[in-house]
């Protein structure tokens, strides 16, 4: 059984650290910028984890634009939102730059022995702040489109998608990760609108995980909807049909602070529905979930370790290098196009 996804403090594993990754609820771990300095040292990094447990899953934030935690040494990737403009409009081409894009930015982490890049996101660009230019378009057809190719480029490199934030983040001007956010807009429009690429891509199987938002939807249900089993339960695996790996937000948010202390905040994530429990940036929590809480006995619903990336089909997508460079030349043009 395997709960919890913690993070790392710096370049290399403590002590501490590793005696932490042995522990039977840690399932994997999130990497930050502050534990990249080179990519030789990053591959010593994820090297080490392995050695400790090979089974984790080794996870970062890559989506590009201002949220891609290794700069030095990897392709720059752009925002989501300046590909379609960049396309001027055309969504065929801009769906087909997402797929190169997609493929780039999975096959080099691959290459660091790093399985998971949480993404893409599919919040629509409204009103926050905080998602902006992370997201593909104000247009929910257009996100499904372009989410739908940028995803089949991560598949060819070998990595499977993560979509965020269920149902929605983008319509909320508040960010959940210093504030309480709330959206007081009704269940008809939130369906009609941000639940539409999460629905769509459920549909199709395109998403193996998904990640809900430290928002609460308070015109649907008083809880977060990371907290929500009406949210996650009845929505997002029955009325959706999606059975792939639910992963918590950061529980250090201040948007997952609603439930309490870091034990009911584990509590109350994995009760709603939560397979993985995300604690970053506090080492004290993780410390606190390892020693003082009681995990549940029964195993999660999914199985996050299926999320592992299969190597065989990594090692060959390392072979297209051809593919690579053709998807780091874009990333320029579109990042130069985007400062202009």
Not at 47 to 60: E, H, P, T, W
Not at 227 to 248: A, M, N, T, Y
Request: proline share 4%; aromatic share 8%; with cysteine.
């Amino acid at each position: 059984m395997s709960y919890l996804m913690m993070d790392l403090a710096g370049l290399t594993v403590s002590d501490k650290e590793a005696q932490q990754l042995q522990h039977p609820q840690v399932g994997g771990i999130i990497l930050f910028s502050r534990n990249y300095q080179s990519k030789s040292q990053l591959i010593a990094l994820t090297a080490a984890v392995r050695k400790i447990r090979s089974d984790l899953i080794i996870a970062v934030d890559h989506e590009g634009g201002r949220v891609q935690r290794f700069v030095t040494e990897f392709t720059k990737i752009p925002a989501m939102g300046h590909i379609l403009p960049n396309a001027n409009n055309d969504i065929n081409q801009a769906c087909e730059w997402a797929s190169e894009l997609g493929f780039v930015m999975a096959i080099e982490l691959l290459a660091c022995d790093i399985d998971l890049s949480f993404a893409p996101v599919l919040d629509i660009n409204g009103v926050s702040d905080v998602i902006g230019l992370r997201s593909f378009s104000d247009n929910p057809k257009h996100i499904s489109l372009l989410a739908d190719a940028w995803i089949k480029g991560m598949n060819d490199a070998g990595m499977s998608a993560v979509g965020k934030h269920f149902p929605g983040h983008g319509s909320v001007k508040a960010d959940s990760h210093v504030a309480m956010a709330v959206d007081s807009r009704s269940k008809q429009t939130i369906f009609a609108n941000d639940l539409l690429p999460f629905e769509v891509l459920i549909g199709q199987r395109k998403l193996a995980g998904v990640m809900p938002a430290h928002v609460v939807y308070d015109q649907v249900d008083p809880n977060p909807a990371g907290f929500s089993s009406f949210w996650l339960q009845d929505v997002l695996r029955q009325q959706l049909g999606f059975d792939g790996v639910i992963f918590s937000d950061d529980l250090g948010m201040k948007g997952a602070s609603f439930a309490g202390d870091y034990i009911a905040r584990a509590q109350a994530a994995l009760k709603a529905g939560c397979d993985m429990i995300l604690v970053c940036n506090d080492p004290d929590g993780v410390e606190t979930l390892l020693t003082e809480f009681s995990w549940p006995e029964q195993a999660p619903r999914q199985n996050a370790r299926l999320l592992r990336a299969d190597q065989t089909q990594v090692a060959w997508a390392l072979e297209q290098a051809e593919r690579w460079q053709h998807g780091q030349a874009l990333a320029n043009k579109l990042g130069q196009l985007s400062r202009e």
